[in-house]
């Protein structure tokens, strides 16, 4: 048998499922109000925890907030934005072009495409940015931050602990808006949780169940065609 040359099977279950979980996995900004339990929380958190890290360091360090704690942070966030109050402790990227900002455009085109938002009208395009602040309406938020003196490669284990959260909570029905408009408003954000300025923010991650009739929900990005973004050297 000449088993090594053989292709692997595309059907296998867990491949199967696998591919489904990332496939539905997709940005909702849209969420009912009703809490995730905390046993089933504590599950997807520790699952969240299986990522991998260089050194096994494990840079993030999480904070969910929930309930009234939420309505606060909302209410914070909300008031920083409309005063334009920025205070990032990570500089926003600025540096899409090309390709890049065909992708940017083509995301926001869908969002407003799903909810009415006319192209020229200013106003609803600012409400819909906005929404960030409210989270969207979930009833829990995960603000993730990592140690300040971390760089670079501390920040892929984050994404890569944040896309292992998100793909968790999809496994189990849930949904997530992973949001970098979060980070604009850091020191706010730190001053209301009471979190030192030693840590940095990266990014918040709403999440809970999906309101599946909430028109944002039929917001479709697509990605590039796969040889664009990869390259094979054989
Ligand atoms: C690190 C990160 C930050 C993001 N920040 C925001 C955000 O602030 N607001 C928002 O509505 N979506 C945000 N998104 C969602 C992206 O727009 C979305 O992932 C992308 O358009 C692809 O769509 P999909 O997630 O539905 O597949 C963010 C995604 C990532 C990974």
């Known amino acids: ?3 090594s040359a053989d292709p692997p099977p595309l059907f296998l279950e867990p491949a199967a499922a696998f591919a489904k979980i990332v496939a539905e996995r997709r940005s909702v900004r849209g969420f009912r109000p009703d809490p995730v339990p905390d046993a089933l929380i504590e599950r997807i958190f520790t699952i969240a925890g299986q990522a991998p890290s260089n050194c096994n ?4 360090i999480t904070h969910l907030v929930s309930g009234a704690s939420l309505a606060r942070i909302r209410a914070m966030l909300r008031a920083e934005a409309e005063a334009k109050r920025f205070d990032p402790d990570v500089p926003v990227t600025t540096a899409y072009a090309g390709a890049y900002k065909a992708r940017r455009i083509g995301a926001a085109v869908a969002l407003f495409e799903a909810t009415g938002v006319g192209r ?3 106003a609803a395009r600012q409400a819909s940015t906005m ?10 938020a995960a603000f993730i931050f990592m140690p300040r003196v ?3 490669r501390e920040a892929a284990d984050i994404g890569m602990y ?4 998100m793909l968790a909570l999809t496994a189990h029905g849930l949904a997530s808006c992973p949001q970098a408009a979060i980070g604009l408003f850091a020191g706010a954000l730190k001053r209301e949780l009471g979190i030192a300025d030693d840590l940095i923010c990266l990014f918040g991650i709403s ?6 009739a909430h028109p944002s929900c039929n ?7 796969l040889a664009e973004l990869l390259v094979r050297h054989d």
Do not use: K, S, V, Y
Not at 162 to 165: E, G, I, V, Y
Not at 207 to 212: K, T, V, Y
């Open 207 to 212: 999440f809970g169940r999906a309101d599946e």
């Open 57 to 60: 360091a494990q840079p993030w």
């Open 120 to 122: 020229d009208d200013e």
């Open 131 to 140: 929404r960030n602040f409210d989270l969207f309406d979930a009833p829990h």
């Open 150 to 152: 971390f760089g670079m």
């Open 219 to 225: 917001a479709i990005t697509r990605r590039a065609p």
């Open 1 to 3: 048998m000449t088993a």
């Open 162 to 165: 944040a896309q292992t959260l």
